[in-house]
């Protein structure tokens, strides 16, 4: 975030946060964060000393097995070829964020904005996961037809519930 940044969220002069961000260095310094500055601006990051440990604990995150929300997501990620996360949220029941989040670390979805709304963005399967299904395209899918057109009208009810809150 840029120092100006800083002084109008927090409506005080450019020295008093200069004096801040000293004051940061100093309590952060012995407990693994540090505050980097690349010109005026500042970020938050992770001590050099424990990089291994980070990378560690990455490398385990991505070793896990998928859990059930994860594989109900990426099942309807694939089967629709794409989806938004109101899509997904409304056909699992629940909300989809975080393993949406865990399946793109893992490469396993990409987010691409919505070409009918740039608000929006669309998850689909990455190459990446076609390559490890051992599959060409979608349609290879176990019973993809049948799957697709009921995910279709998932997503139809959805607009539909949508426009009636309106």
Known sequence: MSKKKLTEIFGVEQTQINEALTKLKEIYQSRGIVLIEKDSEVMLGTAPEFTDLIENLQ???????????????????????????????????????FTLRSLSVRGLVERITDPKDNRRHIYRPSFELLSYMGIKSIEELPEYDEVHKETKIAAKNLEEELKNEE
């Open 59 to 97: 490398k385990e995150e991505l070793k896990k097995e998928l859990s059930k929300a994860s594989l109900e997501t990426l099942s309807i990620v694939l089967y629709k070829n794409g989806a938004s996360r109101s899509e997904i949220d409304y056909i699992r029941g629940v909300n989809s964020s």
